[in-house]
């Protein structure tokens, strides 16, 4: 019987596409030809840790449906986590199995086993049977024969599980990553509590629901894309692409195919969701034409992501300078600026720096694996100081080396560019005393003579070059009351001394 059996076998599985089908029918030869009494065949999807059920005979519906073999899932697990078959002589002595719903007499003596569908060393599955038991003989070949068969079928099955299971771990991927997108992306999330930021922000959350063209104004470096990035995910079409083209020093012939192709451009790429053209006052002019003919086939009326794409725009260009002198199309120009958004350098943007600073010291500070508790006193007067010409990308930039050059827990005016110091360097003596301050409203006594504490260590620490001992001295302290009022305000003699050699450098 063994081998007409497997003949029939493979040659079933060789001749259907369909392997759920194929192992229904083959369930039902081996109940006729082997006597089983049930059986089913599951296969694992590894990635969700699904149990698919791709065949069984003699269970109930909700039995076959959740690919549970009557009470033996605590044996068919072991099977899957270690690649070897199980074989229960009589399911009366195995505790798990004792109570299974019979088909059969209650004296009548039933086997069962399971075996492993293996594919190398990988479990791609098991087929588990009863059988009635008729000698240890003929039990030993029935393992021999299904464990031919699951080598039969493992081919098979691996294809069923990457046909299912690939497009559903790219599909998981893609919404993990999209969750991912729209919380980084959230207008929340993007930094900044300035008056000109919270403008921003305000338009941001006004325009996003609608199919409104945005186009957003901004220097380089200020964070246009964010802004533009923030807007998609808090569209109705967050879960479609988000298509950037940056236009660029891109050639005419390239930006063309780029965004009209007829396979692959662009515009087509992004139709259900939306088109993020970066300095677009880079397009030649017959571009611009094509770019409006696109934009008058998106019906603005239409809310459908399948009206096409949504279009955001970005320049650091003045579009009205531009357009006077004949080198941006003046419809083009209405078209896209429908609803300007403008993003402030950020020398406009007053505290937002510190915000933005210790942000980007925590995040490279993680990715570099050290521990940085904060930045120091002088280095953030450099910081405030600073024009920013590059605006927010330059203090990325900035804050970056400087966590790669720190060997300490704080960042300190000597880890900063020279960049910044230089700007500096003609405005600013290490001796001037600093001011102090006056009582504003609101401020209560403690603060205001605290302040003025503070104002004269500091001017004192300045004068002294960092000599601690020498500051006490003028200020009628012990040494000990000297640091003791440091330590209150977190001062270091160090930071003193550093921005003198600095400054001294920056000089010669």
Not at 165 to 181: A, D, I, T, V
Not at 428 to 456: C, M, Q, Y
Request: glycine share 8%; hydrophobic share 45%.
């Amino acid at each position: 019987m063994g081998l007409p059996f497997l003949a029939q076998v493979g040659a079933l599985i060789s001749g259907s596409a369909d392997l759920g089908q194929t192992l229904a029918v083959l369930l039902r030869i081996m109940e006729r030809q082997l006597g089983l009494l049930r059986g089913m065949v599951t296969l694992y999807h590894r990635s969700s840790g699904k149990v698919l059920a791709c065949g069984s005979l003699g269970l109930t519906d909700e039995e076959a449906i959740f690919g549970v073999f009557p009470r033996a899932s605590n044996l068919t697990s072991k099977v899957v986590e270690f690649g070897r078959p199980i074989v229960v002589r009589d399911i009366r002595t195995e505790p798990s199995l004792a109570n299974t719903d019979r088909i059969v007499s209650s004296d009548a003596e039933v086997s069962f086993f399971c075996l492993p569908i293996l594919r190398g060393s990988k479990v791609l599955g098991t087929i588990s049977v009863e059988t009635l038991f008729d000698g240890e003989e003929n039990l030993e070949h029935l393992v021999e024969l299904l464990g031919v068969v699951a080598v039969l079928v493992a081919q098979e099955a691996e294809l069923y599980l990457l046909e299912r299971e690939e497009p559903s771990r790219l599909g998981e991927e893609n919404r993990r990553l999209q969750n991912e997108l729209q919380a980084r992306y959230r207008p929340s999330n993007i930094l900044g509590d300035s008056p000109a930021m919270r403008t921003v922000f305000h338009f941001v959350e006004k325009v996003a629901k609608s199919r409104a063209s945005v186009v957003i104004l901004g220097e380089s470096g200020v964070g246009k894309e964010l802004v533009a990035s923030a807007i998609h995910y808090a569209s109705p079409w967050s879960a479609g692409p988000f298509v950037r083209l940056n236009c660029a020093g891109l050639p005419e012939a390239l930006a063309d195919q780029e965004l009209f192709g007829s396979e692959k451009g662009l515009f087509e790429a992004a139709r259900d969701g939306t088109l993020f053209l970066d300095e677009v006052a880079e397009l030649s002019l017959s571009l611009q034409a094509k770019l409006l003919n696109a934009l008058h086939e998106k019906p603005d009326s239409n809310p459908a992501p399948k009206a096409g794409p949504r279009v955001l725009a970005a320049t650091r260009r003045d579009l009205e300078v531009l357009v006077a002198q004949g080198k941006f199309r003046e419809d083009l120009f209405y078209r896209l600026g429908g609803f300007p958004i403008t993003v402030p350098p950020l020398r406009d943007r007053g505290g937002d720096v510190l915000t933005l600073a210790d942000h980007f010291v925590t995040k490279a500070a993680r990715e570099a694996g050290k521990t940085i508790r904060g930045i120091s006193t002088p280095a953030i007067n450099l910081l405030m100081a600073h024009p920013w010409p590059g605006n927010v990308r330059e203090l990325e930039s900035c804050l970056e080396r400087a966590v790669l050059l720190t060997d300490e827990e704080f960042i300190h005016a000597h880890h900063l560019p020279p960049s910044l110091h230089a700007s500096q360097a003609g405005s600013t003596r290490v001796a001037e005393p600093a001011p102090v301050p006056g009582l504003s409203p609101g401020t209560t006594l403690e603060d205001h003579l605290g302040s003025i504490e503070k104002a004269f260590l500091v001017r004192t620490l300045e004068e002294t070059r960092g000599n601690m001992a020498e500051a006490a001295r003028r200020l009628g302290l012990t040494k000990r009351m000297m640091l003791l009022r440091m330590d209150k305000f977190a001062l270091d003699y160090q930071v003193f001394r550093r921005a003198v050699a600095e400054t001294s450098a920056l000089r010669r």
